[in-house]
């Protein structure tokens, strides 16, 4: 069984489009090809730009995709995974730890597709007019010259996170992964922390006006300003917590970051929050 702890968000959303073209497609199982495509499908991650930067779109490539297998009646559960697309997971972790890289991103399933003839994913990319190792040494390409795709991951690691604190924000990766959103952005954590009832930040916030029916209705329709990515916050979190010599970074911590950040600020105040209030107040407490 595979533990997805370690996957980047851009690979768990790689994994769920890989899922949903396989009911779309009614196909027997989750095979390399899907996993592919679900990459291609990926916005903003690094697999996807190595596939864009080769011409490879989703576009193109769902009709070869689609043609693979047979159609299927389906019974309503849960797609299972092929031995293929689990053997190349095995994979893109191997590459992960041989790089010396503590997550598991969309460049380690690409390194792990190609490493197999396992699957169709080599036929898929043969009908699109390239190779397993062209590709392969594409995406050795980017990381050799710095790309990463070291995101909220290494944050949480970092940020030594409260019990409270890591639900809050799996629980934002999940919502950002439900609206189909490329990153965890401001207003998934923000929802969240308004509405984890154990937390004292769901009191302050409620207290000061936000309006986390609106906050939802914004982050649906993609408001920009609840998009901003929330990675950059760490640095101030990191820096906060060892400011005040706290051993834990709790939501009274994500809280404050959100408000020293100039999107996260504008977010509350847009959504009807009293920040100055709510500020000191959350200093107060």
Not at 12 to 38: E, F, I, M, N, Q
Not at 68 to 92: F, K, N, S, V
Not at 123 to 134: H, I, M, V
Not at 249 to 275: K, M, N, S
Request: net charge negative.
């Amino acid at each position: 069984m595979t533990n997805y702890s370690r996957y980047s968000h851009h690979a768990r959303r790689a994994l769920s489009h890989a899922s949903l073209l396989v009911k779309r497609y009614r196909h027997p199982y989750v095979d390399t090809g899907h996993l592919l495509v679900g990459v291609m499908l990926a916005e903003g991650s690094i697999g996807c730009q190595v596939l864009q930067a080769m011409n490879l779109y989703a576009a193109q490539a769902e009709p070869h995709l689609q043609a693979l297998y047979p159609i299927i009646e389906m019974a309503g559960a849960e797609a299972h995974q092929a031995d293929a697309l689990e053997l190349t997971l095995a994979l893109a972790a191997d590459e992960a730890a041989w790089l010396s890289h503590h997550y598991i991103g969309t460049e380690h399933l690409l390194l792990g597709i190609t490493r197999t003839n396992a699957g169709n994913a080599s036929t898929l990319l043969r009908r699109l007019g390239t190779t397993p190792d062209l590709l392969r040494s594409r995406v050795r390409r980017a990381l050799n010259e710095g790309a990463s795709e070291l995101d909220l991951q290494m944050a949480k690691h970092m940020a030594r996170l409260s019990e409270l604190s890591r639900r809050v924000i799996n629980a934002a990766e999940q919502l950002a992964l439900s609206l189909e959103h490329p990153a965890v952005g401001i207003g998934h954590l923000l929802l969240e922390l308004a509405q984890e009832a154990r937390s004292p930040t769901c009191q302050l916030l409620r207290d000061s006006g936000l309006d986390t029916a609106r906050l939802h209705d914004g982050l649906v329709a993609g408001d920009r300003v609840l998009l901003v990515h929330i990675e950059p916050m760490f640095g101030y979190v990191l820096d906060l917590v060892e400011k005040v010599g706290s051993h834990y970074t709790g939501t009274e911590h994500l809280l404050l970051a959100l408000l020293a950040d100039p999107a996260g600020r504008a977010a509350l105040e847009i959504y009807g929050a009293q920040v100055d209030i709510l500020e000191r107040r959350l200093r107060r407490e």
